[in-house]
């Protein structure tokens, strides 16, 4: 029997819909309830997806992830929850320190509606080479297929908020290199883009800056250096998620039809006021 043949039924259409939704929306980030709490005090977070940082969330579905998270210093604990719960990160941080909830999806298959969208696409994640290659490979403009995954983390503080990112071992990742709780942000938030552990030399993130009050966020690109390094302007009191997409070439005919994979990385945290 199926995973979605043993849910209730209102939960297996949100199941369904959570996998789909991602190919229409764009962004899939952790969305703490707060990016501050009290030693004691329990991490609760949702999923969403969306556009321009405001999305739906989504519950806890074992069947949508592979890998779900809470991790502070070496201590590494698994998200444990039931299936349909709200929101999909609710636990106990292991102590006083900086937290960082890592979730990845499982790969989900999107095929794009028109090559008009294709383009669109890959205009915005500034993957443009991707449109003649398409054409190159004597691929169709018919029936672009996707495989995707996202890669998703979350800084949060708990008691003295003290401590530092680091690299998770995700295929792509964001790691922060600044303390958003502990650390002076005058000069900037400075992150590192990785791909199979390496940096991603010159490429394109995208900043979104939701201010307080705001229900979205305002969008600016920047670009990595040779080391994969970046320094994102922030403010108090505002609230982030940084976001940045690895495109592959696929080959159709070993990989059930799917010409291109994109790896979705992010990363999201709040500035104290």
Not at 2 to 24: C, D, I, R, W, Y
Not at 105 to 121: A, H, Q
Request: charged share 25%.
């Amino acid at each position: 029997m199926s995973f979605l043949g043993t849910l209730p039924k209102a939960l297996s259409f949100v199941v369904a819909l959570s996998a789909a939704l991602p190919a229409a929306a764009h962004e899939f980030w952790i969305s703490p309830v707060d990016y501050q709490v009290a030693d004691g005090v329990p991490l609760k977070a949702d999923l969403r997806v969306g556009q321009s940082f405001e999305g739906s969330a989504y519950p806890y579905v074992p069947a949508n992830f592979t890998r779900f998270e809470l991790i502070q210093g070496d201590a590494v604990r698994s998200v444990e929850g039931r299936a349909g719960d709200r929101p999909a990160l609710n636990m106990a941080a292991p102590g006083d320190g900086l937290a960082v909830v890592v979730h990845v999806t499982r790969d989900y298959s999107l095929t794009y509606p028109k090559w008009e969208t294709f383009v669109s696409f890959t205009e915005h994640k500034d993957i443009v080479w991707a449109q003649e290659r398409h054409l190159e490979r004597g691929l169709t403009k018919d029936r672009v297929r996707e495989r995707y995954t996202r890669f998703a983390k979350s800084l949060i503080g708990v008691g003295t908020s003290a401590g530092a990112d680091r690299e998770m071992g995700l295929r792509t990742e964001i790691v922060a290199l600044t303390n958003p709780y502990t650390d002076d942000l005058s000069n900037g938030f400075n992150v590192q883009v990785l791909y199979e552990g390496a940096p991603r030399a010159d490429v394109q993130v995208e900043l979104f800056d939701k201010a307080p009050g705001e229900s979205k966020g305002v969008s600016t690109l920047h670009r990595t250096d040779d080391q994969g390094l970046v320094t994102l302007p922030v403010q108090t009191g505002h609230e982030y998620l940084v976001d940045s997409v690895v495109f592959n070439e696929l080959d159709p005919e070993t990989q059930d039809d799917h010409a291109w994979e994109s790896l979705w990385a992010s990363l999201t945290f709040r500035v104290p006021e």
